[in-house]
């Protein structure tokens, strides 16, 4: 670990970042999960107060921001995602699918964000109609997870899904068949029709000459489809594979742990390139990074995992079919999920054990100034 932190250099440098660079349009999201950031764990913005009941010590601990943004509210966040994915699951293999799209159309995603409800839209259509075409009187219906990565390992703004599909689907008579083979190569070209099909009826009047154009050539330079990654991999424990693929959703687009150097108003950090996990140092302005960073940031109510088939509503066989945990082992992870234990089995201390040994309970919420009630007249 540097011991650089994102939240160290957001509170360097963001307000002259915002009156300095007046090239590009900051969104009101932006402004909002900054400001929680550099807030986050200060104790002017509210803490709850526990008291030992043994000793009398007392114990602040300050709010959290609770953003997506946060390193580490985030990690909390992923963590808390990860269960909800978890405690859906149907108890069979799952394969992890990655649907991309070409560069020359990354930056209609980022113009209009409203475009990234496509990707989803798409991604999702394309397996279940090839689940569908396996046999069309029983259509299956496989339990499909998405969740949306906008970034690359370089930080470049790279819009891509990333997909949990059960190897199987239920069918109108069959509670369940398994499904080993996915003909990815199949799925590159339903991918590639529905993305560019749905770009062109939603994309705004004045864009369409030019995407039309682009659309040709698109389809001349990717005579086999978009790229789509669905090959079988050696992990059989679906915990592990949905840890895998959340693990981004709820942090910014780069651990702070891949920091080098920060001296202000340059920093250094690395990433591992995808292509032959070569490590690449990178050095550039903090305004730079920041850009880089800020533009990762979801719009409000934005949701970057969404489920489909049998993971969105209720189907006939539902109740035939066995999910991954049982009514037991979901309380006893609920009960995991609290704060104080959630810290205790990540650095092996309980926060609300006071150091005479008694216990530390509950006194008081001390909430912000802004947040406090006036007295009734």
Not at 87 to 105: A, E, G, M, N, P
Not at 230 to 252: E, L, M
Request: hydrophobic content about 35%; proline content about 3%.
């Amino acid at each position: 670990m540097s011991g650089f932190t994102i939240k160290q250099v957001f509170q360097d440098n963001w307000d002259n970042f915002v009156s300095q660079c007046n090239d590009i349009s900051i969104r009101p999201v932006v402004f909002e999960e900054v400001e929680k950031i550099i807030n986050c764990g200060n104790p002017d913005f509210g803490y709850a107060l526990f008291c030992c009941e043994h000793c009398g010590k007392f114990l602040r601990v300050p709010f959290r921001c609770k953003s997506r943004f946060c390193n580490t509210c985030g990690a909390k966040y992923s963590q808390d995602r990860a269960f909800s994915m978890i405690r859906k699951s149907i108890r069979c293999k799952h394969r992890h699918i990655v649907f991309t799209i070409s560069d020359k159309l990354w930056f209609y995603f980022q113009k209009y964000r409203f475009l990234l409800n496509g990707l989803f839209e798409s991604a999702s259509h394309t397996v279940l109609s090839w689940f569908h075409d396996l046999n069309k009187s029983q259509n299956f219906t496989p339990g499909i997870m998405c969740t949306l990565h906008t970034f690359g390992r370089d930080l470049k703004w790279n819009p891509h899904i990333h997909m949990l599909c059960t190897e199987g689907g239920a069918g109108n008579t069959e509670v369940f068949r398994i499904v080993k083979h996915i003909n990815f190569k199949a799925l590159r070209f339903r991918w590639q029709k529905l993305i560019l099909d749905y770009l062109n009826s939603h994309l705004p009047s004045n864009e369409l000459e030019h995407f039309k154009k682009l659309k040709n050539a698109i389809y001349k330079e990717y005579e086999n489809g978009f790229y789509v990654y669905a090959k079988p991999d050696n992990i059989t424990s679906i915990s592990k594979t949905i840890n895998y693929v959340v693990r981004y959703t709820g942090r910014p687009a780069m651990a702070q742990s891949r920091i080098l150097d920060y001296d202000g108003s340059f920093i250094k950090y690395y990433y591992d390139r995808h292509e032959d996990g070569k490590r690449i140092e990178e050095k550039i302005h903090v305004f730079e990074f920041i850009k880089r960073l800020i533009k990762h940031i979801p719009d409000k109510n934005f949701k970057v995992v969404r489920y489909y088939g049998l993971y969105s509503k209720e189907h006939k066989q539902s109740k035939k079919i066995f999910t991954l945990l049982n009514q037991n082992q979901v309380a006893i992870r609920k009960k995991l999920r609290q704060w104080n234990l959630s810290i205790e089995l990540s650095f092996g201390y309980d926060p609300t054990r006071c150091s005479c040994g008694g216990r530390m309970i509950f006194f008081e919420l001390r909430l912000p100034q802004s947040l406090q009630l006036s007295p009734l007249p």
